[in-house]
């Protein structure tokens, strides 16, 4: 057992807000860290200490590691929280922290880096008796091997960066023709972005949901799943709301989903939280695309709808503890819903930072609001511009959607513009309360 008294956060918004919250319903201490642009942030109030560790650049700040691992020193945290974003996925940051003594609060660093690469990824998970699309075991680096595999595999195909995730750097292509063209720029796009060339194909599906597999394991091998989260709305590869369960998923499926996940963590030896993103086809056939080995943004849908607290159960792993979680205790009760409350034009999709002159969160059964906002507060132009997450929780999918279009129509921003009324159209869209949509439902939605 490891003692974890204090544990900084390497974040901010509302996920900094979210783990502070945990923290203290655990007795430990928190210190934030900030950017100058956030001084003001909610974060930096409710932690027990808080340290400026940069200018507003996130570069020069939230991915600054001496800056971070200094403030970590001088306060004598046990453990780091690093949330989403910014440091999470960073193997570098995860080893420097083990080297200075101080517990990351996720996987090890030998894992974040096997999972960052999504050609190692597959093999990995190809090896562990994971589904995964036919495609190349390894990068493509000739127009012959592409040539090849395509004559294989067939068109329509998707080139993917190895090093890219979260849809950067992607290229359908849907004849011969388009092959060559197709990969060369892709690997020059993957090269410019990543600083890495290495590409991969898979073949494509047209019309597939997201559907991920929330995992929890511990460092003696004990894994279990939270069931699915439904995140198939999305637009340019931004998620806009998550559902949990999906309404595209039977029990059955979300056992083999859930046992194929827990036995590919036992396999690689994960620990910590974690999800598995697959893509689910017409015919009910999923297929792994992508594990994050990370705390998610859409959390909460699985906190409700399983009763657990996610961030509290990241600390308990972290601190070495004996899970004492099982599979059987997991009953998924319920449906919920979260919507992103952006700051944004909810119809260009174009940043929308000032000041917030009002401010009100909707209450009443069922409802949990994830912010870090207030009346008054001065939203930076500088980071993600998520500034709320609404979320819902009913006993069915339907008194979900009306619990959701009440909570948005009480919600009061003002001073910005948000996609508050972007959602309101959703949860009104009739294929969406039937639940039949894909990746495409933003392309074809009318608004
Ligand atoms: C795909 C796909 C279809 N077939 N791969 C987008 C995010 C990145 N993780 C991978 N993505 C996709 N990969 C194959 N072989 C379709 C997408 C995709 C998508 C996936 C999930 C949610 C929204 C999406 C929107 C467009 C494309």
């Known amino acids: 057992m490891r003692e974890i008294r204090k544990i900084l956060i390497a974040n901010r918004g509302e996920i900094a807000n979210r783990i502070i919250w945990t923290c203290k319903e655990m007795g430990i201490k928190t210190v934030a ?36 691992i200094s403030a970590a020193e001088i306060t004598n945290v046990d ?3 690093p949330g989403y974003g910014f440091l999470a996925e960073s193997a570098t940051f995860a080893t420097i922290c083990e ?9 090890r660093p030998d894992v974040i880096t096997m999972m960052g690469d999504k050609v190692e990824a597959r093999r990995t998970m ?38 890219g995730g979260g849809g950067r750097g992607m290229r359908i292509v849907r004849h011969e023709s388009e092959l060559a063209g197709s990969l060369e720029l892709a690997q ?15 073949r494509y599906i047209e019309r597939p949901r997201h559907i991920e597999i929330q995992v929890l394991a511990d460092e003696h091998g004990n894994v279990i799943h939270l069931g699915e989260r439904e995140c198939t709305i999305q637009r340019r590869h931004q998620k806009l709301l998550e559902e949990a369960p999906s309404p ?15 036995k590919a963590c036992q396999e690689i030896g994960y620990s910590s939280a ?15 695309m992508e594990m ?7 959390h909460p849908v699985t906190e409700m709808v399983t009763l657990t607290d996610i961030v509290r159960n990241q600390v308990m792993i972290a601190r070495g503890e004996n899970a004492q979680f099982s599979q059987d205790d997991v009953i998924i009760r319920g449906h919920s819903i979260e919507c992103r409350i952006n700051a944004e034009d909810p119809v260009k999709f174009t940043p929308s930072p000032g000041r917030i002159t009002a401010f009100n969160i909707p209450g009443g059964p069922g409802v949990r609001v994830d912010t870090a906002v207030y009346p008054g507060y001065v939203v930076p132009p500088y980071y993600d511009s998520m500034i709320a997450k609404l979320i819902v929780h009913a006993r069915t999918r339907e008194l979900a959607i009306a619990r959701m279009q009440r909570a948005l129509e009480m919600m009061v921003v003002e001073g910005i513009k948000t996609t508050i009324p972007l959602h309101q159209k959703i949860m009104a869209d009739e294929n969406f309360r039937k639940g039949d949509f894909s990746t495409k439902f933003m392309e074809e939605f009318k608004y």
Not at 99 to 107: M, T, Y
Request: glycine share 6%; aromatic share 8%; net charge negative.
């Open 248 to 262: 595209a998923i039977s029990r059955e499926l979300r056992e083999e989903m859930g046992a194929v996940a827990v």
């Open 126 to 163: 190809t090896a562990a008796g994971v589904p995964i699309l036919p495609g190349s075991p390894d990068p493509i680096d000739s127009i012959e091997d592409a040539k090849k595999l395509a004559l294989e595999i067939g068109f329509p195909l998707i080139i993917k960066a190895a090093a």
């Open 188 to 202: 020059s796009e993957a090269l410019n972005a990543f600083k890495n060339g290495a590409v991969y194909i898979e």
């Open 99 to 107: 080297d200075c003594n101080i517990k990351f609060i996720g996987p």
């Open 33 to 68: 860290v900030h950017s100058e642009a956030d001084r003001e942030a909610l974060h930096v109030r409710y932690a027990d200490e808080a340290i400026c560790i940069g200018p507003a650049p996130s570069s020069e700040s939230y991915l600054n590691i001496p800056a971070i």
């Open 292 to 298: 994050n080995t990370r705390i998610q943004v859409e």
């Open 274 to 288: 974690g999800t598995f993103e697959f893509l689910l086809d017409e015919d009910d056939r999923f297929y792994f």
């Open 79 to 81: 453990g780091i929280h």
